[in-house]
């Protein structure tokens, strides 16, 4: 087991490595791999070195943090709600984003609230932070709401799922209304945000998404020991010491805030907390002092090959990074549920 796990260890961190060169060096510029590595020497004109500089690498900083940031989550929310099904998204995290997104972008920069095509008024909008810390507003208030709404009555994972998919409706339908009453210019900027696109990365939002990804795979790791216990049964857990509501607690609290901390300036990426727990789990077992980093470089391989898919197939222009992880998630997820061995409540 220790070889099999060292094996698998090397050949993922291999492989984030070249994919992450690999991704550099794709992209609708056609730039050639000896023009790339010149630009990242410095050394290249002065058009491949801000492509290289200022977009790609970027790009490819924000698919490793945001990949194992999801991955990671995925994984915690699954072994602390009991069910393989969970994601990033259970608590209705992304729900409540793209309200926020939306209403920053619709109300205050396209739609009927102040602007309305008055484009004069569209510097109300030039703060590129804006939309996002709105986003992250609105999602952080549905995870506190969700999680206190559940301490107060029964923190069982079944109460946690419900009252995530209730409050995550309740979100989508607000922004049905703000959409309905929105502008051409404004909807389609709203829908737009939507989808999950690495090109909108920047060195300081990946030094955000950094910093909140690497704090709560510390938290993780540390607490790997009584996500182990919680695997045997939560009476297992509480006689080994484990106060199960507080681990519960804790964990989807710092889950939702790395998955509402890369939603917020990506977008939506559906399904890369399904896939990479489920391929590590399935590889290297279901002890947590493994399976989270290993999680995590798989979510990173995930989304590097994704995002460089997207950009080999956009024909000119990348494609959406959350609609190619959708298209490989969806057959994956149908697997889980209809397959010989598949269980959705383990």
């Known amino acids: 087991m220790r070889k099999k796990r060292c094996a698998v260890f090397w050949t993922l961190g291999l492989s984030v490595v070249f994919m992450s060169f690999l991704c550099l060096f794709v992209g609708s510029s056609h730039m050639s791999i000896k023009d790339c590595f010149l630009a990242l020497l410095g050394k290249g004109t002065d058009a491949s070195i801000r492509i290289i500089r200022n977009i ?25 709600l009991n ?23 619709i109300a205050f920069s396209g739609g009927f609230l102040s602007t309305g095509n008055n484009l004069s008024s569209y510097t109300v909008g030039i703060n590129p932070y804006a939309t996002g810390i709105i986003a992250f507003a ?22 946690v799922v ?39 990365a920047t060195y300081e939002t990946d030094l955000i998404m950094f910093l909140a990804v690497a704090a709560a795979l510390s938290v993780f790791s540390l607490m ?8 045997s049964g939560e009476s297992t857990a509480i006689s080994l010491g484990v106060s199960v509501s507080s681990l519960r607690f804790v964990s989807l609290l ?30 290297l077992g279901q002890d947590h002092r493994v399976s989270l980093p290993a999680s995590a470089l798989t979510g990173s391989l995930l989304l590097l090959c994704a995002d460089t898919l997207s950009r080999s197939l956009g024909n000119g ?14 057959p994956f997820f149908l697997a889980i549920i209809f397959g010989k061995r598949g269980n959705i409540n383990a």
């Open 56 to 80: 790609r690498i970027p790009r490819v900083l924000a698919a490793l943090i945001a990949g194992a940031g999801l991955s990671a989550a995925g994984l915690v929310m699954q072994t602390t």
């Open 83 to 105: 069910n393989a099904m969970a994601s990033p998204s259970t608590l209705g995290v992304s729900n409540a984003a793209v309200f926020g997104a939306n209403l920053s972008i």
């Open 138 to 159: 609105f999602s952080v208030l549905s995870v506190l709401l969700i999680l206190g709404m559940c301490r107060l009555r029964s923190f069982s994972p079944g109460a």
């Open 162 to 200: 419900l009252a995530g998919i209730a409050v995550g409706s309740v979100w989508t339908a607000a922004t049905t209304v703000l959409q309905f009453y929105a502008t051409d210019v404004g909807l389609s900027a709203a829908v737009i945000w939507s989808f999950g696109d690495l090109g909108r």
């Open 224 to 231: 790997a020991w009584k996500y182990n216990a919680l695997l």
């Open 254 to 283: 710092l889950a939702s805030l790395v998955t509402a901390v890369c939603v917020s300036f990506l977008g939506i990426i559906g399904f890369v907390g399904i896939i990479c727990p489920h391929i590590t789990k399935k590889l």
């Open 317 to 330: 222009s990348a494609l959406p990074v959350g609609a190619i992880t959708s298209l490989l998630g969806a």
